[in-house]
């Protein structure tokens, strides 16, 4: 039994690894050299994104692996909510903030 929590462990942090490496295949085409203030891997608010899951969000999955059933399920839906979370914050961490003005009234009114 502890071999096979062994199994399941290693599979789980292969997986978050491809995961990783899916969500920095997406990035937009050009990106060389600094983008928001990082240069090359990823943001800050990724990489603490990245520790929660690896963290506390794998010891969810990994004991309600352990119970199965509806609280297995559950954990599954909570796991995609939580990647669709970081590729939400990926995407946003690579492009520029719009600029104050970019809405102005008057483009409406005319």
Same mark, same amino acid.
């Given at each position: 039994?502890?071999? =096979? @929590?062994?199994?399941?462990?290693? $599979? ?12 920095? #295949?997406? @990035?937009?085409? !050009?990106?060389? !050299?600094?983008?928001? /203030?990082? *240069? !090359? !891997?990823?943001?800050? #608010?990724?990489?603490? &994104?990245?520790? $929660?899951? *690896? /963290?506390?969000?794998?010891? &969810?999955? %990994? %004991?309600?692996?352990? =119970?199965? /059933? ?9 796991? #995609?909510?939580? +990647?669709? @979370? ?9 492009? +520029? ?5 970019? &809405? =102005?009234?008057?483009? &409406?009114?005319?």
């Amino acid at each position: 039994m502890a071999e =096979l @929590q062994g199994l399941m462990e290693r $599979l789980e942090r292969a997986v978050s690894r491809l995961e990783l490496l899916s969500a920095e #295949s997406h @990035q937009p085409s !050009g990106n060389c !050299g600094e983008m928001n /203030g990082v *240069n !090359g !891997g990823v943001a800050p #608010s990724v990489e603490a &994104f990245d520790k $929660l899951m *690896n /963290g506390m969000v794998a010891e &969810f999955l %990994k %004991k309600s692996r352990i =119970l199965a /059933g509806d609280v297995e399920t559950h954990a599954e839906m909570v796991h #995609s909510a939580f +990647q669709a @979370q970081r590729a939400f914050l990926l995407m946003a961490s690579q492009y +520029q903030q719009p600029q104050e003005d970019w &809405f =102005l009234e008057e483009d &409406f009114m005319s």
